[in-house]
């Protein structure tokens, strides 16, 4: 059994879908855009577009791209069942979502679930969200929804499927299959340096990596040692969704050239500067020319321009197989590409890596390595300290255990 209205391109859809579509979703699936054709009539221009354009900004881009495929694919099974997606009656809905729980993958052998109960929270989420935006009750409100959204989750209780954690060494094999140094993989190789080591030892998300510019880094020195390290200023994360926190992570220098993020962006920066004053072919007589011995720390002599930093430059940007740079920042799902790419090369299965397994590969290696759970908190910005045992337990489920004082 497939999937078929997630699937379906938004030009296969019905007409009356379509219509619907260019309504609700032109920019925004969470803005009712004709109820702001009366706020045109009776505001100006100016004062109208000011309020459309704070009320399109209420949610990030990833959770509006998420709603728009779930009615999208909404809208498409009430025409297809002649039933009335806005206002829905909760007990279409309840049928949708029961039916969305029975399929399955196809192309998976044994076939797998298409949708996890969260999934299906979510579109049911969407759905309500869209009616709220049209001043309609919700329909997910009614016990006939809620009960079935309870059940598939008792049906379908089992263990979240989590990524596994990169450790040091795994991180070490994965830095092993970047390309050579020389042009034109060189640029990828600098670039992905950086992105797996700031990801690993800034415990960072995969959004806020491809979120990252120039100016949200800082070149310090520790006063205690004085060593280079990083410091990087977050802006809006998933848990601080106005930025009104202003999270920031410190990433020392490595006690392995290889290993030190300092080092990376350092190497990164030299290339990115060079690009910017000589384009493509200083970048290739850069990376053809034998640099220092790799053994040796490349952070102690940086020194960033100024007029990088003050420019708003996506740190990490793509890079085109010829090794030209793009204007445009890797996105969330080509960071976590990425991991599961090295992971293949590897020789490791990438169904179990992503994008989270940096950040989760932190949690794990601090614990090991005796950091507690208010340090590995800290710089990972968790609130919750379950969140972080669970991390822990992972690293040495025997500490502070009472099994190892039975005396077995």
Same mark, same amino acid.
């Given at each position: 059994?497939?999937d078929h209205p997630?699937?379906?391109?938004?030009?296969?859809?019905?007409?009356?879908?379509?219509?619907?579509?260019?309504?609700?979703?032109?920019?925004?699936?969470?803005?009712?855009?004709?109820?702001?054709?009366?706020?045109?009539?009776?505001?100006?221009? %100016?004062?109208?577009?000011?309020?459309?354009?704070? @009320?399109?900004?209420?949610?990030?881009?990833?959770?509006?791209?998420?709603?728009? &495929?779930?009615?999208?694919?909404?809208?498409?099974?009430?025409?297809?069942?002649?039933?009335?997606?806005?206002?829905?009656?909760?007990?279409?809905?309840?049928?949708?979502?029961?039916?969305?729980?029975?399929?399955?993958?196809?192309?998976?052998?044994?076939?797998?679930?298409?949708?996890?109960?969260?999934?299906?929270?979510?579109?049911?989420?969407?759905i309500a969200a869209?009616?709220?935006?049209?001043?309609?009750?919700?329909?997910?409100?009614?016990?006939?929804?809620?009960?079935?959204?309870?059940?598939?989750?008792?049906?379908?209780?089992?263990?979240?499927?989590?990524?596994?954690?990169?450790?040091?060494?795994?991180?070490?094999?994965?830095?092993?299959?970047?390309?050579?140094?020389?042009?034109?993989?060189?640029?990828?190789?600098?670039?992905?340096?950086?992105?797996?080591?700031?990801?690993?030892?800034?415990?960072?998300?995969?959004?806020?990596?491809?979120?990252?510019?120039?100016?949200?880094?800082?070149? %310090?020195?520790?006063?205690?040692?004085?060593?280079?390290?990083?410091?990087?200023?977050?802006?809006?994360?998933?848990?601080?969704?106005?930025?009104?926190?202003?999270?920031?992570?410190?990433?020392?220098?490595?006690?392995? !050239?290889?290993?030190?993020?300092?080092?990376?962006?350092?190497?990164?920066?030299?290339?990115? %500067?060079?690009?910017?004053?000589?384009?493509?072919?200083?970048?290739?007589? @850069?990376?053809?020319?034998?640099?220092?011995?790799?053994?040796?720390?490349?952070?102690?002599?940086?020194? !960033?321009? &100024?007029?990088?930093?003050?420019?708003?430059?996506?740190?990490?940007?793509?890079?085109?197989r010829h090794g030209?740079?793009?204007?445009?920042?890797?996105?969330?799902?080509?960071?976590?590409?990425?991991?599961?790419?090295?992971?293949?090369?590897?020789?490791?299965?990438?169904?179990?890596?992503?994008?989270?397994?940096?950040?989760?590969?932190?949690?794990?290696?601090?614990?090991?390595?005796?950091?507690?759970?208010? %340090?590995?908190?800290?710089?990972?910005?968790?609130?919750?300290?379950?969140?972080?045992?669970?991390?822990?337990?992972?690293?040495?489920?025997?500490?502070?255990?009472?099994?190892?004082?039975?005396? @077995?």
């Amino acid at each position: 059994m497939t999937d078929h209205p997630t699937t379906l391109p938004e030009d296969r859809l019905p007409a009356p879908v379509q219509t619907a579509l260019r309504h609700r979703t032109d920019r925004s699936v969470l803005v009712d855009h004709r109820a702001l054709a009366t706020v045109r009539a009776r505001f100006d221009t %100016e004062q109208a577009d000011a309020l459309t354009r704070y @009320l399109e900004a209420s949610q990030s881009p990833n959770t509006l791209r998420a709603y728009r &495929t779930d009615w999208v694919a909404w809208s498409a099974w009430c025409t297809r069942e002649n039933r009335q997606a806005l206002p829905a009656d909760p007990v279409d809905l309840a049928v949708y979502l029961a039916l969305a729980a029975d399929t399955r993958r196809d192309g998976t052998d044994p076939p797998r679930w298409a949708f996890s109960p969260a999934t299906l929270d979510r579109k049911a989420a969407a759905i309500a969200a869209v009616h709220a935006a049209n001043g309609l009750p919700s329909p997910t409100r009614a016990d006939v929804v809620r009960l079935t959204l309870r059940g598939i989750r008792r049906a379908r209780r089992a263990r979240p499927a989590r990524k596994r954690p990169i450790l040091l060494h795994t991180l070490e094999a994965l830095l092993a299959e970047r390309p050579p140094a020389t042009w034109p993989g060189g640029v990828t190789r600098r670039r992905d340096a950086l992105l797996l080591l700031v990801g690993f030892a800034g415990a960072l998300r995969r959004s806020e990596l491809a979120a990252l510019t120039f100016a949200d880094i800082a070149t %310090e020195t520790d006063p205690a040692t004085g060593e280079p390290l990083l410091i990087v200023h977050l802006g809006v994360t998933k848990t601080d969704t106005t930025a009104t926190a202003h999270h920031q992570v410190v990433l020392p220098r490595g006690a392995r !050239p290889h290993t030190c993020p300092v080092c990376a962006f350092a190497d990164w920066t030299e290339l990115v %500067e060079t690009h910017r004053r000589g384009g493509q072919d200083a970048v290739r007589t @850069l990376l053809d020319t034998p640099g220092p011995d790799d053994r040796v720390h490349r952070c102690h002599r940086f020194t !960033p321009a &100024t007029a990088l930093h003050d420019l708003a430059t996506p740190l990490l940007p793509a890079v085109n197989r010829h090794g030209g740079l793009a204007d445009r920042p890797l996105s969330g799902r080509a960071v976590s590409e990425l991991v599961k790419r090295y992971a293949l090369r590897a020789g490791l299965d990438p169904d179990l890596f992503g994008g989270h397994s940096l950040r989760a590969g932190f949690a794990t290696q601090a614990a090991l390595g005796g950091a507690g759970d208010r %340090e590995i908190m800290r710089q990972g910005r968790w609130s919750n300290p379950r969140t972080v045992h669970r991390y822990i337990r992972v690293a040495n489920p025997l500490d502070d255990n009472a099994v190892t004082r039975l005396g @077995l």
